[in-house]
Nanobody, 116 residues
């Protein structure tokens, strides 16, 4: 059994910053890619950022230059540093991990609200 536990969400004013963390635990042989997705009110879940085990990153156009994804392979943890937050970033953020050979797992989600 594998669990992904997210933390770091909350309420922040526009222009502010938050850092999300997601730790994977359980029967893990190897984690391929890890990433963050989000689902805003009445919207479909969308990709925010992903990172491979080798550190290659991919970002949605809407967050490029503002968000930074990173990971600590020794701790099976992925982070999302979010700067210059906008109201349209408000969403539930979900952590994703693809375990070897190709099994996707999801966290329970953490709410991020950007509002004055």
């Amino acid at each position: 059994q594998v669990q992904l536990v997210e933390s770091g969400g909350g309420l922040v004013q526009p222009g502010g910053s938050l850092r999300l963390s997601c730790a994977a635990s359980g029967s893990i042989l190897r984690i391929n890619s890890m990433g963050w997705y989000r689902q805003g009110p009445e919207k479909q879940r969308e990709l925010v950022a992903t990172i491979t085990s080798g550190g290659m990153t991919n970002y949605a156009d809407s967050v490029k230059g503002r968000f930074t994804i990173s990971r600590d392979n020794a701790k099976n943890t992925v982070y999302l540093q979010m700067n210059s937050l906008k109201p349209e970033d408000t969403a539930v953020y979900y952590c994703n991990a693809n375990l070897f050979p190709d099994f996707p797992y999801w966290g329970q989600g953490t709410q991020v609200t950007v509002s004055s």
